[in-house]
């Protein structure tokens, strides 16, 4: 794969998606006014819940906050990305703008994900990082380990991520009812902005292995920590590759039953 090529052709696509989103300027302030009210939200309950208690399962004020904060930048890398991308394949499967997709000298998969940049989610990052910030001055500092071992867990579950997504994208090749998939894994993610140790251990093993939203943010923040072991540690890239692998052979094995909407 070319990396250049690629590279200019998703700022070609960020920069059009862009254009198009501030031409309504209200919306776009709107829907950013909504992604932070949810935000404040969701700290108000944190800050809520250790007024009447000094730890969570053993977790300090500050510790909880980093779950909710790694969540809050592993969100939105995956919807500024490339949920979007996949979420909208049910459309373009439908209207027939997938057949352009397979016209380019460009990796269709590339295409589909990277489609649809999410600007809103982009400009979240300022807050998310804030929130990281802060969240790293309660409950840090964290020796350098702890950090390689963070970002190697993090980027491997963004690709965790983005296997499951585009596993349930390449379900609409057989069905145009996939979509309500992604609303589903949305909400299982979001369950894991607070340690996943609140649940029953069957929710836990669901979270971690069945459908393995835990390896985006719960898993990395553990690294962080320094609860995560180095035997489990080295687990994550395995199975996120595994993951991956097995995404892109269903992806085209599903898409050999695409029929065209031409046709």
Do not use: C
Not at 34 to 54: A, C, D, S, Y
Not at 57 to 78: I, K, Q, T
């Amino acid at each position: 794969m070319n990396l250049k090529k690629y590279l200019k052709i998703y700022k070609i696509l960020a920069v059009h998606n862009f254009s198009i989103l501030i031409v309504s300027r209200l919306d776009f302030a709107l829907l950013l006014l909504g992604k932070i009210i949810q935000r404040v939200l969701e700290i108000i309950v944190i800050e809520t819940v250790f007024t009447q208690t000094n730890s969570l399962l053993g977790y300090s004020r500050g510790e909880v906050f980093l779950f909710f904060a790694v969540f809050n930048l592993a969100s939105v890398f995956v919807q500024a990305l490339f949920y979007r991308g996949f979420w909208f394949t049910q459309r373009w499967v439908e209207t027939g703008e997938f057949d352009h997709f397979l016209k380019y000298p460009v990796s269709e998969k590339f295409l589909n994900a990277f489609k649809v940049t999410d600007w809103i989610d982009i400009t979240n990052l300022i807050p998310a990082l804030a929130i990281f910030g802060y969240a790293l001055n309660v409950a840090g500092p964290f020796p350098v380990y702890n950090w390689i071992m963070f970002l190697v867990a993090f980027i491997f579950g963004l690709s965790v991520a983005f296997a499951i997504l585009m596993s349930i994208a390449s379900l609409n090749f057989f069905t145009p009812q996939a979509a309500p998939l992604h609303n589903i894994f949305r909400e299982l993610a979001r369950s894991t902005r607070f340690p996943i140790t609140i649940y029953p251990r069957s929710v836990e093993a669901f979270l971690t292995l069945a459908v393995p939203v835990a390896l985006m943010s719960y898993v990395p923040t553990l690294a962080l920590l320094g609860e995560l072991s180095f035997n489990n540690f080295a687990l994550v890239p395995i199975f996120a590759t595994i993951l991956v692998l097995l995404a892109n052979k269903f992806w085209d094995y599903a898409l050999r039953h695409y029929s065209s909407a031409s046709s």
